[in-house]
């Protein structure tokens, strides 16, 4: 790949990111550029176009292109019970609050293929009020999503999962919840009852209402302050009045401007408390 | 002058974070950050730990944190680190590089970037071969670069690999980084020069 300068290589990025924002919508403008420099270097690779103004010329052109692309700028790496302390945390801390409402709605915002979603819809089985509950999975990888509706799996991260579960204080066993057959396990369908797929883009799309708890995890890390405030301010016109967010175990609402708004349940597992009302 | 510092241990790094870390002055003026490899489930001990028994401030980098000068930055277990045009930190659960998250090619190819010649990239004892693409592509941006003496690292393997991969401009002895990076880190002595001694 041949050495550009760095300030020219920003301004050339800054340019294939603002023609494709006018091309498609999809504005990544505001993504952390570290990380979403490595993801162009792998789309430059794939499409052999190794200068930014003919991949962006290319990308106009082929929507089949920029298919591989937003393939590219979405990092799908999830677990289920990823850090497994934060789960326990839910469990002990969030859901018998929860319990009090008759109905509750949750979040999963960036929910890649969707295995977040059927850990969360595990869990509130276990603790008896799945059948109040009603879960939205959204992410702006449509691919992953449609992972997520089948909830078929790979097995050979079965082992991992297991084990996050039983950490994550699992009642059973993980298997009590899947079928498998040969190297695939599917998830029982009534957990996925509860969950509902959909596209959302974090970065243009509107509020998501009335949630009693937003989960979205290791999604800002991919974003720079100014998005990150964008999307948390979305969150909060999102939540119902005392809800709750929980964020990756390496994000959190310091110096970011929602987070007076907050606060927290657990610091150590970035759970926050919405104490506030909007616009306050 | 130099900006800031870059390092990459894994097997075997523990010993040497401990040698190097806790030697070099409070008033060390550049930020390093650090790629440990290390279980996904640990949890922050080891900064705490080095913060302890150092002169200077050492602790887990956050997203979007500020880099600071005089501050050691270890990445936290299971997240690549990497560093913006604007000296912030960014985390990044992408898939493993070498088959590590963190990765150390990951880290120095961010900072490579950001800091050109301005960096300066060490590589450690370890068991693979990460961190040679990266310190390669740090001599490439005209940075600095130094690796741990095979033939002292406790595993020598990293090194090595890091040897064969690029011009190395320092090959050394642990006891012997900490020192050579303080008189590096000096401004205004034309330190800068030292480069073409080696
Ligand atoms: C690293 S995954 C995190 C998955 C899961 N929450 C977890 O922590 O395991 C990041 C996800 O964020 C999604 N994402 C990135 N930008 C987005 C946007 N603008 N709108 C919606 N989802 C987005 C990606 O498609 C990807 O599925």
Known sequence: ?280 | MYEAVVMGLSAGGMNVLKTIIPALPATFPLPIAIVQHIAPSSDGYLAEYLGQISAIPVKEAEDKEILRGGTAYLAPAGYHLLIEANRTFSLSIDESVNYCCPSIDVLFDSAADVYRQNLIGIVLTGANADGSKGLKKIKEGGGLAIVQDPLTAEVPYMPQAALNATVIDYILDVSQIAPLLARLGKVGEGENNVRSIS
Not at chain 1, 13 to 25: A, P, Q, V
Not at chain 1, 122 to 147: P, V, W
Not at chain 1, 173 to 202: A, C, M, P, R
């Open chain 1, 1 to 280: 790949m041949p050495l550009l300068k760095t300030d020219d290589e920003s301004t050339e990025i800054e340019s294939l990111l603002k023609g494709i924002h006018e091309r498609y919508g999809y504005d990544f403008t505001h993504y952390s550029q570290a990380s979403l420099k490595r993801r162009l270097n792998r789309v430059r690779e794939h499409t052999k176009l190794f200068s930014y103004p003919e991949l962006l010329e290319r990308l106009y052109q082929d929507e089949q292109c920029f298919d591989l692309f937003l393939k590219h700028m979405s990092i799908t790496v999830t677990e289920m019970f990823r850090d497994p302390a934060v789960y326990l945390s839910i469990r002990e801390k969030i859901i018998p609050i929860l319990k009090t409402f008759p109905f509750i709605k949750i979040w999963h915002a960036g929910c890649a293929t969707g295995e977040e979603a059927y850990s969360m819809a595990i869990l509130l089985h276990e603790e008896g009020f799945l059948d109040r509950a009603r879960i939205y999975a959204t992410d702006f990888n449509k691919q992953s999503l449609e992972t997520g509706q089948a909830g078929i799996y790979s097995s050979k991260n079965m082992g991992t999962y297991a084990a996050n579960y039983l950490a994550a204080g699992g009642k059973k066993n993980l298997s009590d919840y899947y079928s498998s057959s040969y190297d695939l396990v599917k998830f029982d369908d009534f957990l996925k009852e509860h969950i509902t797929f959909s596209y959302h883009n974090l970065v243009t799309d509107g509020v998501f209402g009335e949630m009693n708890l937003i989960c979205c995890r290791n999604v800002l890390i991919y974003f720079d302050k100014v998005l990150q405030d964008h999307v948390l301010s979305l969150f909060t016109e999102s939540l119902r009045h005392g809800g709750f967010l929980c964020l990756g175990s390496k994000e959190s609402l310091n110096f970011t401007k929602v987070k007076k708004m907050f606060e927290p349940v657990d610091t150590k597992y970035r759970i926050y408390r919405m104490t506030e009302a909007l616009h306050v």
